[in-house]
């Protein structure tokens, strides 16, 4: 998800002495130059703001609505239709649409995709070379070095063979998000990925089911019959059987793979069946195999829906219980269907719920499991669901003896000697957040910050054991090694003291990088504080694997939201914080939107990585911006001119990235307004680089493009002038833009009230609004509120507006291009239900025109020279304006969900930002294809405008098509002819 990078952590731990206070007041913070590593450290002042705002983007209601009474209303897969068929039918049709005339080959920007920390830039946090997300990982065993290794990432499998050096895609695996892969212990040529990505708060993505291999990885195949749901893990047993955990159940293969059962959890309130009416009632987050069974073995499977077991609302009134089965599940019989049974994991004294004073009434959510390698002993890191659930505005600050908040959404880490029947718990948030070596500890040092461990439990986590020293290993923000042997602490019950202490391996940020920046090399450390030397990796856990190397030798590699790293430890020895190797030699970056400046140098706004800066001809980016990065933009006259948005924050570069500015009309400590987090809701007019807009739950707009004034967010908003207030629901939730558009003085703002990534209300619920400045009779102006209204939408589904593009030739027409948000994300998000809509009466009507367009989400749209492209889960489309049939644009690139669009600054190539696979740039010019704008906008005629046509584009093959609305909770049929171009 996205994590939320500090803004300025380098000036606020010096002038705390926070990095003092760690290293025992051994060393005197060193005076910081005022160059960009000020505003390079994206600083940890704001943290807590910045957790509690974004959350209340990716989490507004209290609870899911994703029954099976749902699926009409939310345009999914038919109930008994199976969901990766039906979803692998959809990506076959994407891959079968022709190709739009003349067409070139995408250039993918790179290509190796490592981002680079470099002191030059405004941003440094110590890091090495980094990438995007990896979500799990798994070795080889006959590699007794630990070399040859898979990982899952956002945009599909990739293989190593020598040790992370170089990596080959799985061309067999689609460039989805894969986030279970695991080898056969007993046969390493089986291997198996599992596709999806089920976190719940951003990035959910259900899958197309489960892939295998039975050749070491040179070729992968679908299975025939599959998993449901999102990967959560994939275990192997003894005797080949292959165990699938997934949001969706868990799944047992007994062919190596290619056919899948459901084993059927019980997961109802009764212990006796799998839970109804809802969705999640199986969310299956961990599966592991005891080890050391001769025949028959025992299989431990974690049931986590990480928000818990909340209250279903469905569309029509009734109500279930999302999770009524959280908790532990066994099989003694090598995990056969029926054979499981739960395990009561609810005690306060033996069980999950012994945290001592902040646990919250709904303990047990997300899970993952390990054992010790002789099996004796069961490990469980547990996350709260209840302090992910309970509000708005993400985890709850619970309070330890002394009445401090203490935010956090860990349970605690357990122990069992008798196979789950009781447990000790041996850490909690309490305990693990001073541990040494974490500057996590740093920023919870200060109370304001409030970012302790476990504080995206929900989201982070793994827990692995080295065999070599007896060390229990946990990932959560930063990766944690037990001191001492966890398997003989003796037990501790309540209190903040527990048997087991932890040291930091893995830093949050570095301090000495922060300390040096720029003064002395990144990574290099004042004699005061060696324990806090060298770089670190990323924060943000998601995968791990340990390789005993013999002879007390371990190997841990570890996959984060910055890519895949890898460190050694001797016999005797253990891990340590900055000796990790960078791996990250492979674009799997996951930008939300990307730009090309006018002398070729590429900017992105990056998942957790920044926003990065390819200067022109490079293949390495620098970190510009921290954080989440999102919008950005270029001006068309001044390559050295850039914006970027973080964690939503606006900052703008007038030196090509050596430093940054903040401009944000309304700062953290403001009053006005939402963080303008998502990636549409920000605009630079291609006619004026100057005029920029910021969306958030009002408009606002300046014409100083890089002189404009942040408001202090007391008395004033600086430069910004608000235009326009989106208001509130019919039912009082607050409105927040999603998406924007803007061509001189005529603007278009889309905006939602009780949707996201989470669907936490019925569908019934679902808001959109389509606020603008187009008006017939009424000159608009810029910064001005003159003809501001809200559009009526008449014909618009019940999808939500992601983005707008108007025709910058005739304004009135505007298109919309919608998702349908899921927490399981069962088909791409919709069914039949409209993707891309067109209004040519400023949005008073709307007509759909996804015509041949493959179902799913469109996530970006632009509009120029003629033509609509369309940024989809399966690529970029384009089409003739007003047409209703679409063309796949360009070769090469491989089929993968596309984020962003953007045109050049010269107008010659259009920019495509992927989900896992990297910024891609097609030449429009070099095609034939062109972007230019007229000499200026053309507005609405005072005589107004008619209802929305479709254009008559090509010859008279006509066809007959039935388009499926949603309106509500019903189906409206409608049936048209629409003329389409050949």
């Known amino acids: 998800m996205a994590d939320v990078r500090p803004r300025r952590l380098s000036l606020l731990l010096l002038t705390t002495g926070a990095l003092a ?12 130059a005022s160059s960009g590593a000020d505003a390079g450290v994206a600083g940890a002042g704001s943290r807590a703001a910045d957790q509690q705002r974004i959350d209340r983007v990716f989490h507004r209601e209290a609870s899911p609505a994703l029954g099976a009474k749902d699926a009409l209303a939310l345009s999914v897969a038919p109930p008994n ?51 995007g997300i990896v979500l799990a990982i798994a070795t080889d065993p006959t590699s007794a070095a630990g070399d040859i290794a898979y990982v899952g990432t956002g945009g599909g499998v990739y293989k190593t063979s020598n040790g992370g050096a170089s990596w080959t895609a799985a ?97 109802n309130a009764a212990g006796t069946a799998p839970a109804t009416d809802t969705p999640v009632g199986s969310w299956t987050s961990d599966v592991v195999i005891k080890p050391g069974s001769s025949g028959a073995y025992t299989v431990f499977a974690a049931v986590g829906y990480v928000a818990g077991n909340v209250t279903i609302t469905h569309p029509d009134g009734t109500t279930s219980k999302a999770a009524p089965g959280n908790g532990l599940y066994s099989s003694t019989t090598s995990g056969t ?108 040092v200060l109370n304001v910050l409030g970012y302790n461990t476990g504080i995206q439990a929900w989201y982070n986590g793994w827990i692995a054991f080295d065999p070599n020293g007896s060390r229990l290993l946990i990932g959560e923000e930063e990766v944690y090694q037990s001191v001492t042997d966890a398997t003989i602490s003796a037990p501790i019950s309540g209190g903040v003291l527990k048997p087991l202490a932890f040291d930091s391996i893995d830093a949050y940020v570095s301090g000495c990088g922060i300390v040096t920046t720029p003064a002395a090399p990144s990574g290099s450390c004042p004699g005061g504080i060696p324990s806090y030397g060298g770089q670190v990796t990323h924060p943000d856990q998601h995968g791990v694997a340990v390789v005993d190397k013999g002879s007390g030798a371990t190997r841990l590699w570890i996959g984060n939201d910055g890519g895949v790293f890898r460190q050694d430890h001797a016999s005797g020895g253990s891990f340590q914080n900055g000796v990790w190797t960078s791996a990250a030699h492979l674009n799997e970056l996951l930008p939300y939107r990307a730009v090309e400046g006018s002398n070729g140098e590429i900017i992105a706004g990056l998942q957790d990585n920044g926003t990065n800066l390819y200067p022109p001809g490079s293949n390495n980016s620098y970190e510009i911006c921290g954080g989440d990065g999102t919008w950005v933009a270029v001006d068309k ?200 809509l067109m209004s040519t009466d400023v949005g008073d009507h709307v007509v759909d025109v996804s015509g041949n367009l493959p179902r799913g989400n469109v996530w970006d749209i632009k509009v120029a020279g003629g033509r609509v492209y369309a940024a989809t889960d399966y690529g970029v489309f384009t089409a003739k304006v007003g047409s209703t049939m679409w063309q796949k644009l360009g070769t090469g690139m491989p089929t993968v969900r596309v984020f962003g669009l953007n045109f050049s600054a010269d107008r010659k190539d259009l920019v495509a930002a992927t989900y896992g696979r ?16 007229p000499s200026a906008p053309h507005g609405p005629s005072a005589r107004g405008a008619g209802g929305p046509t479709l254009v008559k584009t090509g010859g008279s093959v006509v066809l007959s098509i039935v388009g499926l609305v949603l309106v509500g909770a019903g189906l409206l049929s409608r049936r048209w002819n629409l003329a389409i171009e050949r």
């Open 21 to 32: 206070v760690l290293a025992g007041g051994a060393t005197a913070a060193h005076p910081l």
């Open 637 to 836: 006259d001044n390559p050295n001119v850039f914006y970027c948005n973080s964690n939503g924050a606006t900052y703008v570069t007038i030196d090509g990235g050596k430093t940054t500015t903040e401009i944000d009309p309304c700062p953290v400590t403001g009053t006005c307004g939402e963080p303008v987090f998502e990636p549409g809701a920000s605009a630079m007019d291609p006619f004026d680089s100057k005029h920029l807009v910021l969306a958030s739950s009002v408009v606002y707009e300046t014409t100083k493009g890089a002189d404009a004034r942040g408001g202090n967010g007391v008395s004033g908003t600086g430069d910004w002038t608000q235009v326009f207030d989106l208001g509130t629901t019919p039912g009082g939730a607050g409105r927040l833009a999603e998406a924007s558009d803007v061509n001189g003085a005529y603007m278009y703002v889309g905006a939602c009230g009780a949707c996201q990534s989470s669907v936490k209300a019925p569908i019934g619920a679902l808001d959109r609004a389509l606020a603008t400045n187009v008006k017939p009779g009424c000159t608009a102006k810029t910064g001005a509120t003159d003809c501001w209204h809200f559009a009526k939408l008449i014909g618009m589904p019940a999808r939500e507006i992601y983005a707008l593009a108007a025709d910058p030739t005739d304004v009135k027409r505007v298109y919309i291009a919608t998702i349908t948000p899921s927490v399981i994300r069962v088909d791409f998000g919709g069914a039949a239900a409209p993707r891309v």
């Open 337 to 444: 269907a029926g054979s499981f049974h739960r395990i009561d994991v609810t005690s306060t004294t033996s069980g999950w719920e012994q945290p001592y004073g902040h646990i919250s009434s709904d303990p047990i959510g997300r899970t993952r499991l390990t054992f010790s390698p002789d099996g004796k002993f069961l490990f469980a890191l547990v996350a709260d669901a209840g302090h992910r659930s309970s509000g708005v505005a993400g985890p709850v600050d619970p309070e330890d003896p002394l009445g401090i908040p203490h935010p956090t959404s860990l349970n605690g880490v357990y122990r069992s000697a008798d196979d789950g029947a009781t447990w000790d718990e041996i850490a909690t948030s309490e305990s693990m957040t001073p541990s040494p070596g974490s500057t996590q500890a740093a920023l919870s």
């Open 918 to 933: 990297g910024v891609w740039v097609y030449p429009l010019a070099t095609s034939g294809v062109s972007a230019k704008l």
């Open 81 to 131: 239709a199976d969901p990766v068929a039906f979803d692998r039918a959809a990506l076959a049709k994407a891959a079968a649409i022709a190709l739009a005339p003349h067409a070139h080959p995408w250039r993918q920007v790179g290509p190796t995709g490592q981002l680079l920390n470099d002191p030059s830039y405004a941003t440094s946090e110590g890091r090495i070379p980094t990438t």
């Open 171 to 267: 061309a067999g695996v689609p460039a989805v998000p894969v986030a279970a892969i695991a080898v056969d212990p007993t046969n390493h040529l089986d291997v198996y990925a599992v596709t999806g990505q089920g976190f719940q708060g951003g990035g959910e993505y259900g899958g197309l089911g489960a892939y295998y291999s039975h050749d070491g990885g040179a070729t992968w195949h679908p299975s025939v019959t599959s998993v449901r749901g999102a990967a959560q893990q994939v275990a192997v047993g003894s005797d080949g059987a292959v165990f699938a955990a997934t949001t969706g159940g868990l799944f047992r293969s007994t062919d190596h793979g290619v056919t899948w059962s459901d084993v059927r959890l019980p997961t």
